[in-house]
């Protein structure tokens, strides 16, 4: 048989080459998917030509920056994906986490897995679907929410032609959409916790209350804590496909974010170097924002993500 060297790499392929064998479709995932496509941030610096391609196109430095910060839609879009990324962090994040907690507390296992499965079911409805769900049901002729406010003797209220009704309406859609699927990390971070920290917090005298409050949630702090870091830095990266299929001309507004206006500038209109220069700095908006809140999370407790 071989001799390996303490800790060699030999040594250590062969005690972990199936858990590395696993890990390669990923690796493979974000080489070509996200490392191999960073290539094409020059772009933004060219005046892309699609027929002369990316290296014969003329360079022109910051001309796309200079237009994108210039521009009369700068504000308009920074507040609106930044607003819109902000009342989903405000709303969305602390979801899951109280639903966990709620289904932590639940003796009854049975009534427990059918919780979870409802709630785990939206993640896997398409936004298409979602959003058709959506106008169906706040349609103001057949709509089942306003046919209930009509039953109350008030007028009907056309909710997806409301801007100031827009970023309710896509929140509330998005907590329910996802609020089941994100509650796993925190669930697995439950079982993590040692009973007999409840069984000594029980024999003080406390309450489940106060169970849930020094025992449940100071176990899952770490959890909370990667997770807020992580949705810190997606602050700005709202999904695109819903706000796309709910935009209409009457919520403009409050509905065009950086997104669609990508959307528009690169594929509709074929100014690529425009467009991709609007995502590449949003990309660093993002990274500012996890790199601050990642040391903000360093600075006041023992977790963060380096």
Do not use: C
């Given at each position: ?21 696993l ?73 899951p ?20 499965t ?24 057949s ?17 997806m ?26 669930l697995?971070?439950?079982t ?22 020094h ?20 602050v ?8 796309f ?8 507004g409050?509905?065009?974010?950086l ?17 991709t ?16 809140a ?13």
């Amino acid at each position: 048989m071989p001799v390996f060297k303490k800790d060699s790499f030999a040594r250590k392929w062969g005690r972990s080459k199936y858990l590395l064998l696993l890990f390669l479709p990923t690796l493979l995932y974000f080489i070509l998917f996200k490392y191999v496509p960073m290539f094409g941030v020059v772009v933004s610096f060219k005046d892309y030509n699609l027929f002369r391609g990316i290296w014969e196109s003329d360079w022109v430095g910051l001309k796309y920056y200079r237009m994108f910060f210039e521009s009369p839609d700068f504000f308009k879009l920074i507040r609106n994906t930044f607003l819109l990324g902000l009342y989903k962090l405000v709303f969305g994040f602390p979801a899951p986490i109280i639903l966990a907690l709620l289904m932590n507390e639940l003796r009854h296992m049975m009534f427990k897995r059918f919780v979870q499965t409802v709630s785990y079911l939206p993640h896997f409805i398409s936004n298409v679907v979602v959003v058709s769900m959506l106008t169906l049901f706040l349609s103001p002729s057949s709509g089942l929410i306003n046919q209930l406010i009509e039953g109350l003797g008030l007028d009907a209220i056309n909710f997806m032609a409301r801007e100031d009704m827009f970023r309710s309406i896509y929140v509330l859609s998005e907590i329910w959409q996802h609020v089941g699927w994100e509650t796993i990390i925190y669930l697995a971070a439950l079982t993590a916790i040692d009973p007999q920290l409840y069984e000594a917090a029980r024999m003080d005298g406390a309450s489940r209350w106060k169970q849930m409050l020094h025992v449940t949630l100071p176990g899952i702090r770490a959890a909370i804590i990667i997770v807020l870091i992580l949705n810190v830095g997606n602050v700005l990266e709202i999904g695109f496909e819903k706000v796309f299929l709910m935009l209409n001309p009457a919520i403009n507004g409050t509905a065009d974010i950086l997104s669609t206006f990508v959307y528009r500038t690169g594929l509709t209109q074929g100014n690529f170097s425009y467009a991709t220069s609007i995502d590449l700095f949003t990309s660093l908006i993002n990274l500012v924002f996890i790199l601050t809140a990642n040391w903000i999370s360093r600075r006041v407790s023992e977790t963060s993500l380096w």
